[in-house]
């Protein structure tokens, strides 16, 4: 009986898993055929890869468009976001809870509500269509900011305010003590929020195709390319690699929290010995 | 306490600027015409006969999508819960992940496999040797809506039932409690909090997607996001596009009330539990 139980419960999770994975995988499968359209298997072949960078379908532009978007956003926001992070901890409770849910705010709206508004922000303070890099960099690190705040405020909250203290009775100045005993105390809490804030750029749909006016990234491409008619292989291909380069980050962040609390919890074992 | 001062950079430039600002620009675009107060807008969207209907279709869609997701995602995460923590930790990572991958490729995937030339129609015709229409229909959104927002059910479930004290499942079985009733009155209730954030967070962007029912509805299926899309970005007219926009945040805000009333109802009744 127990038995039976158990296999159940491993039929279900696999039937969701398939239910997850099963049409990603088909469309993997489907961009290494030789046929035109993506809807029929017709002999093994890489032809898809080689015309997605042919200058046709032009992804050279938009691929460029996203890393910087990622980079230059995911650093700026990590820099504001780790400074907020600091400074809100330290902060009376009435205001910071203000702050926080104000912060919240791009969390909790609809993508859709919050890439009109930065639509029309933008629009009336004047920067136009044609500042399209700015204008995408500027709404990525916006709405990236958030995402590092709130994974460093728990590194802040665990490890300990005498730290910094003690480090300026021991002749740190408030910088030096910002530089080397905070900072590098929540460290794993900046690099996850880096790499999250990285992937989400990456993935951003909604809000890039409101912002965006004369520049495209990657989903905007694919968007513009296939929201009407037929779907050709080049696009299978290019979701493909998309899949591949953000499933693999989320796998280094989602593994790197897990050994961290593997290696927290032993920490903890080994206080608990010596108490 | 100098390290306050590192928050002002944000607290008062990029906070009020980016933040606020756009979302005051909503408001004045939906009630202000030539920089005079009007309501104009409001009743034209209440008047004029397209609008209200895509709001509905997106307001069942929204409330379908949800309780399938729960319908699935529940168990899921129950099943996860109760697994070894080192080896759940790692199989909900499968589970998760589909969360941060972007929702325009998964949406294009079912695209694919939902055409009429696709791999599931071939499937249902060597089988019943007629090829069924599936894409561009209420169906093809309504499943693609389930695919990609599913992940975001069960992320707040499986959190929830990992920190339930295991202690108080325990204490049931002694006092004589069956499987079904630890269930129903001590797992479940316990996980109301674990429901309540699944249901907005999979609620808020199904009620609001567009690139959804754009691919896979093909206009046949009007969503509210999608007329918000087409008025803003097709045919310039931010100020009915505003005023929608404003509408669904308050569609968002009813909802969120309403999941927050409930939160507080049951953790009033658990505090009285014990």
């Not at chain 1, 008619?229 to 980050?249: D, N, Q, W």
């Not at chain 2, 404003?246 to 658990?270: Q, R, T």
Request: glycine content about 6%; some cysteine.
């Amino acid at each position: 009986m127990k038995k039976f139980l158990a296999f159940i419960k491993g039929a279900y999770l696999g039937i969701v898993v398939l239910f997850m994975y099963l049409p990603i995988a088909i469309m993997m499968f489907m961009s290494l055929t030789q046929s035109r359209s993506a809807t029929r298997w017709n002999g093994f072949s890489f032809g898809a890869y080689q015309k997605l960078f042919s200058p046709e379908v032009g992804i050279i532009d938009p691929l460029i468009t996203t890393f910087v978007v990622a980079v230059i956003s995911s650093l700026a926001a990590t820099l504001i976001g780790t400074m907020t992070a600091i400074g809100l901890h330290s902060m009376k409770k009435r205001p910071r809870a203000v702050v926080e849910s104000i912060t919240q705010l791009p969390m909790v709206n609809p993508d859709l509500v919050t890439g009109v508004s930065m639509m029309l922000l933008f629009a009336f303070i004047g920067i136009k269509q044609e500042l399209g890099l700015f204008r995408l960099i500027i709404a990525h690190t916006t709405f990236n900011i958030p995402y590092v705040i709130f994974s460093v405020m728990p590194k802040l909250r665990q490890s300990s305010d005498t730290l910094y203290e003690a480090a300026m009775d021991l002749g740190c100045s408030p910088f030096q003590a910002l530089t080397k005993v905070v900072i590098p105390d929540i460290m794993p809490g900046i690099v996850s929020g880096l790499i999250l804030a990285f992937t989400l750029s990456l993935d951003d749909f909604t809000i890039s195709y409101f912002v965006g006016g004369t520049k495209t990234n990657l989903s905007m491409l694919l968007y513009s390319k296939t929201a009407k008619g037929g779907v050709g292989t080049e696009f299978c291909a290019l979701s493909t690699l998309m899949f591949l380069v953000v499933g693999i980050l989320l796998l280094i962040v989602n593994l790197r929290s897990i050994r961290q609390e593997k290696e927290q919890a032993e920490q903890r074992k080994k206080v608990m010995r010596k108490a | 306490m100098k390290r306050v001062r590192l928050s002002y950079p944000y607290i008062s430039v990029w906070m009020p600027l980016f933040i606020i600002a756009p979302m005051l620009f909503v408001l004045y675009y939906a009630t202000f015409k030539d920089g005079a107060f009007t309501l104009e807008y409001v009743k034209q969207v209440f008047t004029t006969t397209n609008y209200l209907p895509a709001l509905w279709t997106s307001i069942w869609i929204a409330l379908v999508t949800t309780a399938v997701c729960l319908i699935i995602g529940y168990p899921v995460a129950y099943i996860l819960s109760t697994m070894n923590k080192r080896v759940a930790a790692l199989v909900s990572i499968l589970f998760i992940m589909p969360m941060w991958m972007n929702m325009l490729l998964r949406t294009f995937a079912w695209k694919m496999v939902l055409d009429d030339t696709g791999v599931l129609a071939s499937v249902i015709n060597a089988l019943t040797g007629n090829s069924p229409k599936l894409l561009y229909t209420p169906a093809a959104v309504l499943i693609a809506t389930i695919y990609d927002f599913l992940p975001f059910m069960i992320l707040p479930l499986y959190t929830t039932l990992m920190k339930m004290d295991r202690s108080h499942i325990e204490a049931a079985r002694d006092l004589g409690a069956t499987g079904v009733q630890t269930f129903t009155k001590v797992i479940l209730p316990l996980s109301v909090p674990g429901i309540i954030s699944g249901i907005t967070m999979v609620f808020v962007p199904a009620m609001s997607t567009f690139a959804i029912s754009r691919m896979l509805g093909g206009g046949k299926v009007k969503m509210i996001g999608e007329v918000i899309e087409r008025k803003i970005m097709e045919q310039n007219d931010p100020a009915v596009g505003s005023t929608l926009a404003i509408l669904l945040i308050i569609l968002v805000i009813i909802s969120m009330a309403i999941m927050n009333k409930v939160d507080k109802e049951n953790g009033s009744a658990g505090g009285t539990l014990w």
